[in-house]
């Protein structure tokens, strides 16, 4: 699906501080409530669609198989955060009405954070550190910037997710299976949630 182009460590030290300054942004222009801002929303997936395109990604074939283990990874995080832990919670849940401008959105957010994170960050730590610690970074990064809209007891849970999608990247080769697995279990606990 998306590919990038191995650049060690200088991509991957700027790539994390494209992806913090978006963050950061984003829980700025939000105020109180970043999780529920349309506007502070769009800015954070502008950057985010800004540092994948600048950290080189390429189009490639869609790997069948990524999305087939991502539809069962999404599975998953929709039934972990269906079984009524609250700090299991994955996201907010959307108002019916709003459903028609957040489900786009919200598939944006989901899937330039993957082809950032799992994509061409994770494709930078590996090529000087390996899988371990490409998974490691990413995951961390992933609760961080997930701290703003979910407060810091959300910290474990973003962390165990970040590692699982992580997972499902070395697994099946392709940032696939965690962009398909995020998109589901965003949506579906938006509406289920």
Do not use: N
């Not at 502008?46 to 087939?68: E, I, K, P, Q, Y």
């Not at 954070?113 to 371990?132: C, I, P, T, Y």
């Not at 701290?147 to 392709?174: E, K, N």
């Amino acid at each position: 699906m998306i590919a990038a182009r191995a650049a060690g460590q200088p991509r991957a030290a700027a790539l994390v501080v494209a992806v913090g300054a978006a963050a950061t942004l984003r829980a700025v222009i939000g105020g109180a409530a970043p999780a529920a801002s349309v506007p502070s929303a769009v800015v954070f997936s502008a950057m985010l669609a800004a540092a994948v395109l600048w950290g080189g990604t390429r189009l490639t074939r869609v790997s069948w198989r990524g999305v087939a283990v991502g539809v069962g990874g999404g599975a998953a995080l929709v039934g972990l955060s269906l079984s009524g832990l609250p700090a299991a919670v994955i996201g907010p849940r959307a108002a019916a009405a709003a459903l028609l401008w957040w489900v786009p959105l919200v598939t944006a957010i989901a899937a330039l954070e993957e082809l950032v994170l799992r994509g061409v960050l994770f494709d930078a730590v590996r090529s000087r550190s390996g899988d371990g610690v490409a998974v490691l970074v990413t995951a961390v990064l992933f609760a961080v910037i997930h701290a703003p809209l979910y407060g810091v007891q959300a910290l474990p849970v973003d962390l165990c997710v970040g590692v699982f999608l992580g997972c499902l990247r070395v697994t099946t080769g392709t940032v696939t299976a965690p962009l398909v697995a995020h998109v589901l279990a965003d949506v579906a606990t938006g509406w289920v949630g």
